[in-house]
């Protein structure tokens, strides 16, 4: 790696958001292929049995007669969300979420239907912890989050998830911890 990392032009929209001297070095996205793991499909299998329990039950209780089958519809909706919400969520939130390094700082911005557009930005300083996860695509964490979840508090790694240029940003980020020190 060279000690002077090529940058990219500033491209429109950044202006008031980089500090001067700032320049941007690297930009791109996660790779938005679908993809599906263990944990999916044991989330899909409770769903879909969450939902058929429910679509039972439903029957069950429109034969008395009456609207009281209508509550079932609650729970078949959450267990239809359950059985493929989670890939399709996690598939639609990489498709609309892009990253930029900087000589000083990582930004992760996010553009969804529910969260709307946000703009996170991360510095990266000599003490900071990167850990690369991964070959290709690779992740490359430089952050902690506290996310709050039913059974407490977890901490959650924050960074750019599945590049396909992994190993070269965790070098162009070595290459800023180095300048800062």
């Given at each position: 790696?060279?000690?002077?990392?090529?940058?990219?032009?500033?491209?429109?929209?950044?202006?008031?958001?980089?500090?001067?001297?700032?320049?941007?070095?690297?930009?791109?996205?996660?790779?938005?292929?679908?993809?599906?793991?263990?944990?999916?499909?044991?989330?899909?299998?409770?769903?879909?049995?969450?939902?058929?329990?429910?679509?039972?039950?439903?029957?069950?209780?429109?034969?008395?007669?009456?609207?009281?089958?209508?509550?079932?519809?609650?729970?078949?909706?959450?267990?239809?969300?359950?059985?493929?919400?989670?890939?399709?969520?996690?598939?639609?939130?990489?498709?609309?979420?892009?990253?930029?390094?900087?000589?000083?700082?990582?930004?992760?911005?996010?553009?969804?239907?529910?969260?709307?557009?946000?703009?996170?930005?991360?510095?990266?300083?000599?003490?900071?912890?990167?850990?690369?996860?991964?070959e290709n695509p690779g992740s490359?964490?430089?952050?902690?989050?506290?996310?709050?979840?039913?059974?407490?508090?977890r901490i959650t790694p924050v960074?750019?998830?599945?590049?396909?240029?992994?190993?070269?940003?965790?070098?162009?980020?070595?290459?800023?911890?180095?300048?800062?020190?």
């Amino acid at each position: 790696m060279t000690d002077t990392p090529a940058t990219i032009p500033t491209p429109p929209g950044w202006e008031g958001i980089l500090d001067a001297g700032e320049t941007i070095l690297w930009q791109g996205q996660p790779d938005g292929r679908f993809t599906f793991g263990l944990r999916d499909a044991f989330t899909g299998v409770f769903g879909f049995f969450f939902a058929g329990f429910a679509l039972f039950w439903m029957i069950l209780a429109a034969q008395a007669g009456g609207y009281f089958w209508a509550f079932g519809l609650i729970h078949f909706s959450v267990g239809v969300a359950l059985a493929v919400g989670g890939p399709f969520w996690r598939f639609y939130r990489l498709r609309h979420t892009w990253y930029t390094l900087t000589t000083r700082r990582a930004f992760i911005a996010t553009d969804t239907l529910t969260g709307g557009r946000s703009l996170a930005a991360f510095p990266i300083t000599a003490e900071t912890v990167l850990t690369l996860v991964g070959e290709n695509p690779g992740s490359v964490h430089f952050a902690q989050a506290k996310r709050r979840g039913r059974n407490g508090t977890r901490i959650t790694p924050v960074g750019f998830e599945r590049i396909h240029e992994a190993r070269e940003v965790l070098a162009l980020m070595r290459d800023i911890q180095k300048k800062a020190r």
